[in-house]
């Protein structure tokens, strides 16, 4: 397993911009694709954004397109979710995890490994 910590939500203005980090420790991270999760008051969680292993693919919520990039540096062991363009919808708790599988996932089930989550909030 692969033990994860995200960073850099907080308060935002609409139409505004953050960027998250996701740390990771433990095995080697490049065996890994990571993904963007996020959770709103009330709601399910649901699927932002992934990228795999090496960084060659990645996924986007339809919600999020054009908005949303995520990049990593596996040197680092690190992934980052610019976020760009924010609304007040966006906001929720963002969770980053891990999937070892050899397709890159969109469903949780497809990560084994989460963060504890970092709070994003977007004011109109």
């Known amino acids: 397993q692969v033990q994860l910590v995200e960073s850099g939500g907080g308060l935002v203005q609409a139409g505004g911009s953050l960027r998250l980090s996701c740390a990771a420790s433990g095995r080697t991270f490049s065996s890994y694709a990571v993904g963007w999760f996020r959770q709103a008051p009330g709601k399910e969680r649901e699927f932002v954004i992934a990228?795999?292993?090496?960084?060659?693919?990645?996924y986007y919520a339809d919600s999020v397109k054009g908005r949303f990039t995520i990049s990593r540096d596996n040197a680092k062991s690190t992934v980052y979710l610019q976020m760009n363009s924010l609304k007040p919808e966006d906001t929720a708790v963002y969770y980053c995890?891990?999937?070892?599988?050899?397709?890159?996932?969109?469903?949780?089930?497809?990560?084994?490994?989460w963060g504890q989550g970092t709070q994003v909030t977007v004011s109109s």
């Open positions: 990228i795999s292993r090496n960084g060659g693919s990645t």
């Open positions: 995890a891990a999937s070892s599988r050899k397709w890159l996932g969109q469903v949780e089930a497809d990560f084994g490994s």
